[in-house]
């Protein structure tokens, strides 16, 4: 290696100096960091690359940032000094969910245009007034807002208006027609649904009452098809004529490698075949629990994956899926509510709302309040699949400050559980029982 400028000798028969040590390698933690206007370490890589357009060399800026409720996301953006060409996308730097995910939105007024979203390009867009749908990977990921999504798909049909007017005009004038319709949806002047479906799990749709229950908004997590598994390129199609041998797994214990979920770091899992000791009970579970003392604090939870929380007092509902399964004390589950919400930065950086900052403020003080037993609340689970305890410890009688309540499923519950399509008979022979 070459060294620039006089270099002093040393003593003679002075021992070398000893070499530097290597730089350390950066931690997934500092590659992936929250998102926050504030944050000034956060810069994005300029690479030199070839603009499409008029193929000489512009500049894309890569982000590397982190999301809640979206994982790690990387954020690039292309520009062109020589022809004005740029280009914005998104992609997903975390794994594949264990679910898919769908988002219901009912947009009623303007505030609602102005809600955040993230689109993987595996997700499917829809507005079912319109009969409008953006089919998965037609489009790059993108980070936007409601709005941002509606002139997205503006301009991609208006990129192509010159040349049909020139050969289909009759199409042309049907798609102008159309382009109206789309932009008049901007200013509300009726409700129409947003539907954003996403089988890899990781598109977001913002919630701007956090921690407040969203009632414009419909959260679904589901199971995914075989079809959506093979889109996703989680599982290779078999020809239908080669049956795969079974293997016995029972007494083995599987290594595959994975990434860290929460650092992204890489790792390793071990499996082992074992018996379900969880299966769906005929029932859902209600436990309503009147916390009134800081000793009811310390009790044993188990908090299923299907399982949603709430709070009255605080007007907070968690939905399933969200947090995971958990088996903690209700003061451990409750503060890692308070970190889940808290860390937001939808409701705390720039592109917060006036008046977000205050209520998520107040929602923290009266959590801390919950935490230290300065005031009462009720904690309620709803456990569809029935699999969630709250320790009772007054039993085997009856606790005075908890309610046990057993219900029958509604469809959509059992279709979110993925019940609707189980074949629950005559699965040992293969033949579907007549109906």
Not at 229 to 253: F, Y
Not at 274 to 301: M, N, Q, W
Request: glycine share 6%.
């Amino acid at each position: 290696m070459a060294v620039s400028g006089p270099v002093e000798p040393g003593p003679p028969a002075a021992a070398a100096a000893p070499s530097p040590a290597p730089a350390r390698a950066p931690a997934p933690e500092d590659l992936f960091r929250p998102i926050s206007a504030e944050d000034e370490e956060q810069q994005p890589t300029e690479i030199e690359s070839l603009c499409m357009n008029c193929y000489r060399n512009g500049t894309t800026r890569l982000l590397l940032t982190k999301i809640p409720f979206f994982r790690e996301i990387i954020v690039s953006s292309f520009s062109c000094e020589h022809c004005g060409w740029n280009d914005t996308e998104i992609q997903s730097a975390g794994r594949i969910q264990d679910q898919g995910v769908r988002y219901i939105l009912t947009v009623r007024a303007q505030e609602d245009m102005n809600r955040e979203v993230v689109k993987t390009d595996s997700a499917t867009t829809r507005i079912p007034e319109l009969d409008f749908e953006i089919p998965a990977f037609s489009q790059k990921g993108v980070l936007t807002t409601v709005e941002g999504l509606i002139s997205r798909a503006v301009s991609g049909l208006e990129q192509d208006q010159p040349a049909r007017r020139a050969n289909e005009k009759a199409v042309a004038e049907r798609i102008d027609k159309f382009i109206v319709k789309l932009k008049e949806l901007k200013q509300v002047a009726s409700p129409f649904t947003l539907i954003i479906d996403d089988p890899s799990g990781n598109s977001f749709v913002e919630n701007p009452h956090a921690p407040q229950k969203d009632h414009a908004l419909v959260i679904t997590h589901y199971n995914r098809t075989l079809q959506q598994e093979e889109m996703l390129g989680l599982q290779a199609e078999a020809p239908p004529e080669e049956k795969p041998e079974e293997e016995d797994l029972r007494n083995e214990v599987l290594q595959f490698n994975t990434n860290c979920p929460e650092c992204n770091a890489p790792a390793q899992t071990n499996m082992k075949l074992v018996k379900s000791g969880g299966a769906v009970e005929p029932l859902g579970t209600k436990i309503t629990f009147h916390i009134t003392d800081p000793l009811d604090l310390t009790r044993d939870v188990l908090k299923s994956e299907t399982c949603s929380v709430e709070i009255p007092e605080l007007e907070f509902e968690l939905g399933m899926a969200i947090l995971g399964g958990k088996f903690t004390t209700l003061e451990g589950l409750l503060k890692d509510i308070q970190e889940l919400v808290t860390k937001n930065p939808f409701t705390l950086g720039d592109s917060s709302n006036p008046g977000q900052v205050e209520k998520l403020q107040e929602f923290s003080w009266k959590l801390d309040q919950i935490l230290q037993g300065n005031m009462k609340a009720h904690f309620i689970m709803n456990d569809p699949a029935g699999n969630s305890y709250f320790q009772n410890v007054y039993a085997p009688e009856d606790d005075p400050q908890m309610k046990v309540e057993h219900y029958k499923r509604t469809f959509d519950q059992n279709e979110e559980l993925g019940l609707n399509d189980m074949k629950t008979e005559g699965y040992e022979t293969g033949l579907a029982p007549q109906r």
